[in-house]
């Protein structure tokens, strides 16, 4: 489902219900609203049970099918718009933030060590080298 408010979607059900309600001559099925919007069929019910809850929409559920008709459209404008954070969102970013600032910390403790390491190495070469290059060039002990 995309990320669009229920406001959006509310307007999106109720036309597709007016259009195919013109087109047919008849309520619509669930089944044509969600393929006419390209949602599917479980977030086409969750949604019009959020609009019927609402009291915009009427739900009916015949032998096998459910068919549905525009109930009262201006309660579309009682309804939030803007994408509502969740408790959900809310600790989900509270954890990403942790674990992210906990993950910060750690790499940069291991790209000091790391370095503190490369430094040493480098070191330990240097001294090395020096100590090679003071042999080959010390003069060489006169013999008596």
């Known amino acids: 489902m995309e990320s669009k408010d229920l406001y959006s979607q509310a307007h999106l059900i109720v036309s597709a219900i007016r259009v195919l309600e013109h087109q047919t001559l008849a309520p619509p ?8 919007l390209g949602y ?24 096998f099918d459910t068919r549905l008709s525009v109930k009262d459209h201006l309660l579309i404008e009682d309804l939030p718009r803007g994408i509502q954070e969740t408790h959900l969102d809310r600790e ?3 954890f990403q933030d942790r674990e992210g600032t906990a993950k910060e910390k750690e790499v940069t403790a291991f790209k000091a060590k790391q370095d ?14 020096k100590g090679s290059l003071d042999q080959k060039f010390s003069p060489a002990p006169e013999d008596p």
């Open 29 to 36: 099925a669930i089944g044509e609203v969600c393929r006419m």
């Open 116 to 129: 503190e390491k490369k430094r040493a190495l480098f070191a330990e070469i240097e001294k090395k080298l």
């Open 40 to 63: 599917t069929l479980e977030q086409g019910h969750l949604l019009c049970r959020k609009l019927k809850e609402t009291g915009i929409i009427n739900v009916v559920a015949v032998s």
């Open 92 to 94: 989900l970013k509270a």
